[in-house]
């Protein structure tokens, strides 16, 4: 095979687009040589060859020559040489292609020299006297060692006679960017101040980025804000860098401003910009922003990275959304991003969150599959999940796999999940043990904890139990919190009669208000119910908005234990009124519908009592009813219930011979036509019958 052989005319260096380009590429390789005719074989070529050899030994044939600028000359003659023959590799060797790679292994043996005078010297001497400025400037854009490349910038300002000064500091500021040497580059900054240097966009910019790269972005709005005072205005590329700086400082307002800009100008902004944004409104609370963002980045043809898919992840999470949250899980398997540990670590808190047992199981087992570590906080977001859900064998192995791990320890939220899992299921014995367990390993019972027991004690039917531990509570000194008198009023509404007397004492003595309204309930003589509305009125409105359904609930359960309807509907009544309960009841031109899928049993047949009643009214008043009426209890099963809600709910709607049927294509729903509903109310209305069993 031959070769045309021509040499590639030397075009002059351009600072505005090869310089201040992010990064200088080496030369394509072209398939066919050329190089000039009148080659020069002068001495001062061989004179310069034979200096090479002997200060660089070690060399190898293909690197003893670094061709200077003047011996590659343009000309539009060209002449064909055998490329087998000696002359063609002399002249190969003299090609500015050569001569590019040969000042990039330079580079590379300045990045691994010590960072001395000396030793920089010994591997930049080679050039000679002939170096030019772009030699220097490919050789240091080349560099990724901030210790040798303020040696090396000073070797070169030494030897060359610059026409822009500024060029080489702003080559050396890039290398300590690679680095995320801020320091350093600080310091060039202030040293091209003394010299008189006149820094331009690219040094800000590089400043800016390097800052932002070594995550202190309170350091590059300071360098931003620097720009105008040097007469320099931030381009395009700047600007979309300071939307991710601004929003990680906590400005939001000038971040959403800048991203305004951006759009209505058409910035080029990255993924980490998108991601920072994600993040503004994830906090925020706009979780339909992080979505709309998402989509805006697609549609603009930027692809999300693995930091874009987290933030995404991490803000379903918030938002109780995990079906979303699997959703762009989906998508970033499709794209090809690998998931990295927090990926992990945010989809284990979504699913947590939203009590998807399954879906966190499994997110655990792939994470053990792919080696990464668990934190302590993490393990104990599986163990509440587990806890929520009465995953008691997923929660062992959860526990077992903690234990073993050189990281990772139980800690005292650990064992109250351990306590909770087992208080859930009424196993005392098992709740004991953990207790024990935590109490030698030095952690003293939390009100967590005792509210656990409690609730333990009361599943089991121990109310002794439930008494000494309210007494150890106030003993110890710890002040019993809402969500403990919360679950002592729940061990109430599963406690025989008999015991409700030294139950509701208990409660007097943590919460005088509640063990007094719980009194007017189970004490036959106080029937008020003026007196009950406005106590229990006043109590729901004083208590956080988190337990003010579950105080409600078991306020009507006990109406319902009791067999005090009447009591129970005021207190429904009361929830409707202080909006505890919303839309339990609605209305369509097609169907008239009851949902009490997030009340308790109790509260759900008293519900159920208030419609069929408004039903009876209706039909009496001469309404038109719907084709279809249903009832939705929802398809879950509370946690720790053989039956759920659905269940319990089936029996009852049977011993009243109510003509509602579990819809087998609506997951949850009982359903029945206008036509037998009217014939159903009308026997009940003759018969007179009670509603309740």
């Known amino acids: 095979m031959a070769y045309n052989l021509s040499a590639p005319p030397s075009s002059s260096l351009s600072y505005e687009t090869s310089l201040f ?4 590429s080496p030369p394509r390789t072209p398939k066919y040589l050329f190089f000039p005719l009148k080659l020069h074989r ?3 070529s061989f004179h310069i060859s034979a200096k090479i050899s002997l200060q660089e030994p070690a060399l190898n044939q293909d690197s003893k020559i670094i061709p200077d600028e003047t011996t590659i000359s343009p000309s539009k003659s060209s002449i064909w040489v055998n490329p087998n023959s000696p002359g063609a590799l002399k002249l190969r060797q003299k090609s500015y292609d050569y001569r590019y790679a040969s000042l990039v292994k330079m580079a590379e043996s300045l990045n691994s020299c010590a960072a001395l005078e000396d030793a920089i010297s010994g591997v930049l001497d080679i050039l000679g006297d002939k170096m030019a400025e772009k030699d220097a400037v490919i050789i240091l854009n080349n560099m990724s060692n901030s210790e040798t490349a303020s040696l090396v910038l000073n070797y070169f300002l030494k030897r060359l006679k610059m026409s822009r000064e500024v060029v080489l ?8 960017r690679k680095c995320k040497d801020l320091e350093r580059a600080e310091n060039l900054f202030n040293l091209m ?3 008189g240097v006149k820094p331009d966009n690219f040094t800000f910019s590089t400043i800016i980025s390097c800052a932002r790269l070594a995550s202190f972005p309170e350091k590059a709005v300071e360098w931003y804000e620097k720009m105008p005072s040097f007469g320099c205005e931030p381009d395009p590329v700047t600007c979309s860098v300071m939307v991710d700086v601004y929003g990680r400082v906590g400005n939001v307002e000038v971040a959403l ?4 800009r951006a759009r209505s100008e058409k910035w080029r902004l990255d993924p980490v910009t998108f991601a920072t944004l994600i993040r503004i409104y994830r906090t925020a609370g706009n979780f339909d922003g992080c979505l709309n963002l998402y989509e805006e980045m697609k549609a603009l043809g930027v692809r999300p990275n693995a930091s ?12 109780k959304r995990p079906w979303q949250a699997k959703n762009i899980y989906r998508d970033m398997v499709k794209t090809g991003i690998e998931p990295t540990w927090s990926t992990y670590a945010a989809l284990i808190r979504a699913y947590g969150r939203a009590r998807y047992g399954i879906d966190a199981i499994a997110v655990y087992r792939e994470m053990k599959e792919k080696g990464f570590e668990l934190t302590v906080l993490l393990y104990n977001t599986l163990l509440s999940t587990c806890a929520d859900v009465g995953f008691t064998d997923e929660a062992t192995e959860i526990i077992q796999d903690m234990k073993s791990s050189e990281t990772c320890k139980p800690d005292s939220w650990t064992y109250a999940s351990l306590i909770t899992i087992n208080s859930c299921g009424g196993k005392v014995e098992e709740a004991e043990a953990v207790l024990k367990e935590m109490s030698d390993a030095g952690f003293e019972p939390n009100i967590f904890v005792l509210t656990s027991l409690i609730q333990c004690y009361g599943k089991a039917g121990r109310m002794d139990d439930v008494v000494r531990t309210v007494d150890q509570v106030l003993e110890s000194g710890i002040a019993p919190d809402e969500r403990f008198c919360g679950s002592l009023l729940s061990v109430i509404t599963q406690a025989p009669k008999e015991e409700l ?3 509701t004492g208990c409660i007097e003595k943590v919460n005088p208000k509640l063990g007094y309204i719980v009194k007017l309930l189970v004490e036959e003589n106080m029937m008020e119910g003026e007196i009950l509305r406005k106590e229990a009125g006043e109590l729901l409105e004083s208590i956080g908005a988190d337990v003010k359904k579950a105080y409600c609930n078991c306020l009507i359960d006990i109406c ?7 009591r129970g509907c005021e207190l429904l009544d009361l929830g409707l009124a202080l909006e505890i309960y919303t839309d339990i009841m609605s209305r369509t031109p097609t169907q008239w519908s009851l949902h009490v899928k997030s009340l308790s049993l109790g509260a759900a047949l008293t519900a159920l009592h208030v419609w069929m009643n408004d039903l009876s009214k209706a039909l009496e008043n001469g309404e038109e009813l719907p084709e279809l009426l249903g009832i939705n209890t929802g398809h879950g099963k509370h946690k720790f219930s053989e039956r759920g809600l659905a269940g319990n709910f089936e029996s009852h709607l049977k011993e009243l011979n109510a003509p509602f049927h579990d819809a087998p294509d609506k997951l949850g729903w009982f359903l029945t036509t206008k036509v037998a509903a009217i014939a159903w109310l009308e026997s009940r209305q003759s018969q007179e019958a009670p509603l309740l069993a």
Do not use: H, I, W
């Open 501 to 503: 007397g030294k139950l």
């Open 193 to 195: 101040l003394e010299k």
């Open 257 to 260: 401003s800048l991203y305004d």
């Open 169 to 176: 500091y702003n080559v050396t500021l890039k290398v300590f």
């Open 560 to 566: 319902v234990n009791l067999n005090q309807m009447e």
């Open 308 to 319: 874009v898919y987290n933030s995404l992840l991490d803000a379903m999470g918030r938002a």
């Open 21 to 24: 380009c992010s990064s200088l």
């Open 42 to 44: 002068s001495k001062p």
